[in-house]
């Protein structure tokens, strides 16, 4: 037995030989083992010394599947300067010649002309985004430091996903702030239901009266005085302030305003001075004016020379008259003026015909009059009274401050809102005229903030400023008093609702502009980046406040041309994240649940449109997971499938892990199938043919990883994708072509993948074969059928490999093949 074994093994062995001798493709090697060590450290010596650089080159590229050695031969046939080089002259009388060097001239032409536009325009392009991107990063760090005395937060968001419920948190408005909120809310419900919309004005100066502020209570009485006049004409409000009926309605606003002001002061001064002001007679404005002029008689009048033309009831008559005229009483002045007698009949005719004038105003006639007794019997007066009342009433020396009678800044306005004339009522004899345009200018450019102390009375030069018609100057001032910037921004809003308030065209510009249409020094307040301004501090925390208040940036538009309110939504819900709660939330069975946004169901805020937007923003802005959830939310399945296959083939090849991207992929997927299966779902097919492949891959690939190799095959060769039979490679290949690019990218994992499955099947089943050898013939031929079949669907993948029209990368061919071989 032994020696038959022996003879066997020697037959073996000479037919190994003869095989090596007569069939290898390499010549037989005729050296002993130290002549063989000799030549190779000579070849190691050679390379390393000279070629090294260049076989590490020839290694790393082959590598990826490049030949080196033909691609340096390719590489020095190519020149330039044949193709390119000045041709040289013909003669005329060759015309073939001729044509043909014409032709090349015109192709070299058109070469170096497109190359120069091609270069001048990118860099166009380059500079124009350089610009571009300089000049958002420049608005951003504008509006980040623009009027904030708080510490900023400069720290990024975070780039990762957070698509999970944000923790409360509590609100960061405080008791003046939620007041506003109240009213501002309670405003745009009734809007958005269509109910007659209240005077905002007087609902925020409800508001504010429970602040026990009387400061602030002031300055929203300014507020409702100057709003009080006809309607305004929303295109331009600027130009309808700067017409002359709107200036005259104005002037009598802010001279009633100044007026019943000073009768206050007046009544609280006799009040609280009753046994020095002797207050009797008929109860009115006479009476009142004669307590004070007794009060003021005793005070600042007291040693005043001057005082012309006697007394009335024991007063001066000319202290009476001028402040009669300084509450805007005229039948008082009238009736003083009148009890004077005769010496006063001139002045009388002048009161009554002014408290005929519905504008009170003098007609041009008789203000020429009132001029020309000035000039000639009342300007060197020493009464300083008298000389008031008739530059009142006839707009007489417009320079003199008249700083004896005038000691206050509402006195000088009043005093000069009493003299503007405009238009035939100017004195074109003297030539000395104010205008409200004129006034505007010395209070606001003239004289300043410096002249006022503002930063110390900022109530003082915001009235100035207001009562002369320059609201965007005053809100914009009032709103760099940190106090003050809450009381600004409802202010500007109300005035903004009542078409009253100057905006610029565009949304982008600065808080405070100037247009060039615009009469100076009119200017206007960016409301847009007002708002946003003020809601920025709470907008995380109180967010139904804060779209309430982007609701009135509805009807502005960005540069783009997208809708601000939907802008505001969209950078909220990207900023927070919290997207449930500003956009709603999906049911399990496909049906959307309110949020925020569905309170404002409006023409210019559908909620579907807001969702879309905002997804489409996401998208930009590469946040893809954020996107899909939220177009998902806008059920708009094309761009979810879309997505979904974009971020799964880069994952799909991946060990899933808890928590992972393709984890959190998976679950996504599995959800939108479950939701979509047996409904009508609205994309393309191919869309929704990737989307399903592509889940069909992420099964497989777990059954790969998890090493139920079994499974996993059978998964493989149900999806279609790789033949299992050399037959099929033809129509494998051409389906190949069809499928998008999702799935192309991960062919090369796939190959790998199948052909590791099957070269581990093959040595699982090889390993029964060997247990069986000393088995019975037809169980050894029935166990060779496996590894029949593994060999095949492995050629038929090396096959598939090589002629499909996708450039695989070279290690994948190389381990293919390797793959192969080893199942021979």
């Not at 504010?208 to 009485?221: Q, T, Y």
């Not at 450039?807 to 071989?821: F, H, S, Y």
Request: glycine letters at 6%; one cysteine or more.
């Amino acid at each position: 037995m032994g020696d038959s074994d022996f003879s066997e093994l020697l037959t073996q062995a000479e037919q190994l030989a003869n095989d090596i001798d007569g069939v290898g493709e390499l010549p037989r090697v005729e050296r002993s083992l130290r002549q063989v060590l000799d030549a190779s450290n000579d070849l190691w010596s050679k390379v390393t010394l000279h070629e090294a650089p260049d076989i590490q080159a020839h290694m790393m590229l082959a590598s990826k599947g490049v030949d080196l050695t033909q691609l340096s031969q390719k590489l020095d046939t190519l020149s330039t300067r044949k193709t390119f080089e000045p041709l040289e002259p013909v003669p005329e009388a060759d015309i073939s010649s001729y044509l043909k060097n014409e032709v090349e001239n015109v192709l070299l032409s058109l070469i170096e002309g497109t190359h120069r536009r091609s270069s001048a325009a990118a860099d166009q392009r380059l500079w124009d985004s350089i610009r571009q991107n300089w000049s958002k990063e420049m608005r951003q760090m504008f509006n980040a430091l623009h009027g904030s005395s708080r510490p900023l937060d400069l720290q990024g968001l975070p780039e990762t996903s957070t698509v999970a419920d944000v923790a409360p948190v509590h609100s960061r408005l405080d008791h003046m702030e939620v007041a506003y909120a109240k009213e501002v809310i309670d405003y745009n419900d009734r809007v958005i239901q269509g109910a007659v919309r209240p005077q905002l004005v007087n609902k925020f100066a409800k508001a504010a009266e429970s602040f026990n502020n009387m400061r602030v209570n002031e300055l929203w009485e300014i507020v409702q005085y100057m709003s009080r006049i006809a309607p305004q004409f929303k295109d331009n409000p600027i130009l309808t302030r700067t017409s002359a009926p709107t200036q005259s309605q104005l002037i009598l606003q802010a001279r009633k305003y100044l007026e019943e002001r000073y009768k206050k002061y007046m009544t609280k001064l006799v009040e609280g001075n009753l046994a020095l002001a002797c207050r009797g007679g008929v109860p009115g404005t006479l009476s009142l004016v004669r307590s004070f002029v007794d009060l003021r008689v005793l005070g600042s009048l007291q040693g005043m020379l001057g005082l012309e033309d006697g007394q009335v009831d024991k007063k001066p008559i000319w202290p009476q008259l001028y402040y009669c005229l300084r509450c805007g009483d005229i039948d008082a002045a009238l009736s003083c003026a009148t009890q004077a007698g005769a010496q006063l009949n001139d002045l009388c005719a002048i009161l009554g015909a002014l408290k005929s004038s519905p504008e009170r105003a003098l007609d041009p006639s008789m203000e020429s009059t009132v001029r020309f007794q000035y000039r000639c019997n009342i300007r060197k007066s020493p009464d300083p009274f008298k000389r008031a009342v008739y530059c009142i009433l006839g707009a007489c020396d417009v320079s003199d401050e008249h700083s004896e009678v005038a000691k206050t800044a509402d006195d000088y306005l009043w005093f000069k809102l009493c003299q503007i004339r405009e238009g035939e009522r100017t004195d074109s004899r003297s030539g000395e005229n104010i205008t409200l345009q004129h006034l505007q200018t010395l209070i606001s450019q003239d004289y300043g903030e410096a002249h006022y102390n503002a930063l110390e009375q900022p109530h003082v030069y915001f009235q100035m400023l207001f009562l002369t018609g320059q609201y965007e100057l005053a809100l914009e001032f009032l709103w760099r008093i940190d106090k003050l910037k809450v009381h600004a921004v409802h202010m500007a809003i109300a005035l903004h609702e009542s078409n009253l308030l100057g905006i610029p065209n565009c949304p982008e510009s600065p808080l405070l502009c100037v247009d060039p249409s615009d009469q100076t020094p009119h200017r206007r307040l960016n409301l847009a980046r007002l708002i946003q301004y003020y809601v920025r501090r709470f907008n995380l925390t109180d967010m139904k406040e804060a779209l309430h208040y982007y609701y009135f940036l509805r009807g502005m538009r960005l540069p783009s041309g997208d809708n601000l309110f939907r802008s505001c939504i969209s950078n909220l819900a990207m900023e927070s994240r919290d997207f449930s709660t500003i956009l709603g939330r999906l049911e399990s069975d496909g049906c959307r649940t309110p949020g925020i946004i569905d309170i404002f169901n409006g023409v210019q805020a559908e909620p579907s449109e807001i969702i879309e937007m905002v997804a489409s923003n996401l998208e930009k802005k590469g946040l893809f997971e954020d996107a899909l959830e939220v177009f998902d939310l806008a059920g708009n399945h094309e761009k979810v499938m879309s997505l979904m296959s974009g971020l799964l083939s880069q994952v799909v090849h991946l060990t899933s892990q808890q928590g992972s991207l393709r984890f959190r992929l998976a679950a996504k997927a599995t959800d939108v199938s479950r939701r979509i299966e047996g409904n009508k779902f609205r994309c393309s097919d191919e869309t929704y043919r990737t989307f399903q492949t592509l889940r069909h891959l992420l099964e497989f690939f777990d059954k790969y990883h998890a090493g139920d190799y079994v499974k996993a095959l059978e998964l493989i060769v149900e999806s279609g994708l790789i033949p299992s039979k050399t037959e099929e490679v033809e129509n494998r290949v051409n389906n190949f072509r069809k499928l998008g690019d999702e799935i192309c990218h991960n062919f090369p994992q796939i190959l790998l993948a199948t052909m590791t499955i099957l070269h581990s099947l093959y040595n699982r089943a090889r390993g029964n074969v060997n247990m069986s050898l000393s088995s019975s013939r037809l169980e050894t031929s029935m166990n060779d059928k496996p590894l029949a079949s593994y060999r095949e669907q492995a050629r038929a993948i090396t096959s598939f490999a090589g002629t499909m029209p996708y450039r695989l990368p070279g290690d994948t061919n190389a381990k293919l093949v390797q793959m192969e071989i080893l199942m021979h």
